[in-house]
């Protein structure tokens, strides 16, 4: 029998701490600090979301996907230990958020293409439930991505994401 009662949603973000800015090798913006940034290009810091799937293009390598995947899985598991998220969960339903700082070009008046940025979203993050713990797998019964919403704030790059624990489904 099923437990019908679905447990608290969590909600996760990650903001883009600042951009890129390229001074030879690395990021050369000057801190708060005074010191340099001196991360990657594609450091988590400098993105409010993973990159759309057309940085890959049809002829990708896959040794930069996996390196950008990685780094997204790596954040996801911080921002999830740090929600307070119970681990093995039968099933999460997750929606996100994308904020984009800049309005769409002009004649691009409806925003970005959602699947470019839902995909290489749903895949580390769904990663990193499972390799956290807080779900079984990755599969479809025991992870959906639901709602993808388009948010814009000037100068803000942001991901939010609420997962929401839910009942396991089984098949008889």
């Known amino acids: 029998m099923l437990d019908l009662q679905p447990g608290e949603p969590v909600v996760l973000e990650h903001r883009r701490d600042h951009a890129y800015v390229k001074v030879g090798r690395g990021c ?7 010191t340099r940034c001196g991360l990657s290009k594609n450091a988590v810091e400098h993105h409010g979301f993973p990159p759309s799937i057309n940085l890959f293009g049809s002829g990708a390598n896959r040794w930069a ?41 002009k004649g691009g008046r409806f925003g970005p293409d959602q699947g470019n940025y839902r995909g290489p979203t749903e895949k580390p993050f769904g990663d990193a439930l499972e390799r956290g713990g807080w779900i079984a797998g990755d599969y479809w019964l025991a992870y959906q991505f639901g709602e993808a919403t388009y948010r814009y704030e000037k100068d803000v790059a942001m991901l939010r994401l609420v997962v929401f624990p839910m009942p396991a489904e089984t098949f008889e």
């Open 65 to 105: 996907y996996q390196d950008i995947k990685q780094r997204w899985m790596d954040r996801f598991e911080e921002l999830l230990n740090a929600s307070g998220l119970e681990r093995g969960h039968g099933r999460v339903l997750v929606e996100g958020e994308w904020t984009f700082p800049r309005r769409p070009a």
């Open 28 to 34: 050369g913006l000057i801190l708060a600090d005074g």
